[in-house]
């Protein structure tokens, strides 16, 4: 039983997409609040697998606030030009995901999401990002830490990024290889953790990583590749047993359990400190 030693705030299961009822995933979410589900927002290939249509993401939503009490925890992964856009310094998109009851949103500043990556290099891309970021004081903002986003995190980091960034460790830039060893989480910011993480793995994996948050209670981990499915008839669709698998082996591992009044809804944006800072 780990629960005493550690502890996972969210578990991420990211590219939810048309080809799963939104309103199953806010019922599962409804008895294991800790589950929080990623929609992968590229326009130029939405409604494929992997990346929802704007109407699935708009039932989504619907299904937050009529079965989920608009509690459901939903992650915005940004992909192409809507990283562009950030970098930009635009704001429009992240009102509107807001609207929709967006609580985290994850900037995939990489060349693989299809970003222009001569806006990540930009000298002003840390400084629009963060115009972005504390318009939004409400929102946490994932940023991926990794050597392509250099430009990116390091200055925001270097300037004391606002109690509303976090970092995800995901040396695979979410092509979900499997991290060779995870990093060390960083004092005062909360970090989370991906690359080839799922349903064969995770019973070894979260063990492994949680000890490198030393105790801290907001650490998160995600996947992604892992929960595709390819059915009979050639179709690539999320598959949701494989998610339940993976929240049934963190019931098991007694890192998480299931249904309780005491459990936390939403991720606090309070900095986690620790006596060393």
């Known amino acids: 039983h780990f629960g005493a030693i550690m502890s996972l705030q969210v578990l991420g299961f990211c590219g939810a997409d048309d080809s799963v009822d939104p309103r ?14 990623g929609v992968l927002f590229r326009p130029d290939l939405e409604g ?50 807001q609207r929709l009851g967006f609580r985290r949103i994850q900037v995939n500043a990489t060349a693989v999401n ?30 991926q830490r990794n050597d392509q986003t250099r430009p990116v ?4 980091l270097r300037e004391g990024a606002p109690a509303n960034v976090s970092l995800l460790f995901d040396e695979s830039m979410g092509t979900g290889k499997a991290s060779a060893q995870f990093p060390q989480a960083l004092k005062g910011i909360r970090c989370g953790y991906a690359g080839g993480l799922g349903p064969s793995n ?52 007694g890192i998480k359990s299931g249904g309780l009044a005491s459990e936390t809804h939403a991720p606090s944006l309070k900095r986690s400190r620790t006596p060393a800072d």
């Not at 989504?60 to 992909?79: I, K, N, W």
């Not at 222009?116 to 939004?136: E, G, Q, R, Y």
């Not at 995190?153 to 925001?156: F, G, H, L, S, Y």
């Not at 650490?219 to 598959?239: G, K, P």
Request: hydrophobic share 45%.
């Open 48 to 97: 494929k697998p992997r990346y929802a249509s704007p109407a699935w993401v708009e039932q989504l939503s619907q299904a937050r606030q009529q079965l989920g009490s608009g509690t459901t925890l939903l992650a915005a992964h940004l992909c192409s030009t809507r990283v562009d856009e950030v970098l930009r310094g635009e704001t429009g998109f992240v009102s509107r995901l």
């Open 202 to 253: 995770i019973k070894e994996m979260v063990p492994a990583i949680l000890p490198l948050a030393e105790g801290r209670d907001d650490v998160w981990v995600d996947m992604e590749s892992s929960l595709r499915t390819v059915t009979a008839d050639s179709n690539d669709v999320f598959d949701i047993s494989k998610c339940f698998a993976c929240a049934m082996a963190v019931v098991d591992l």
């Open 114 to 143: 299809g970003v222009d990556m001569s806006l990540v290099n930009s000298p002003d891309a840390a400084t629009n990002i963060l115009f972005v970021i504390k318009a939004f004081p409400h929102i946490e903002f994932i940023l």
């Open 24 to 37: 199953l995933l806010v019922t599962i979410a409804n008895q294991y609040p800790w589950i929080e589900w």
């Open 153 to 156: 995190w390091e200055p925001v």
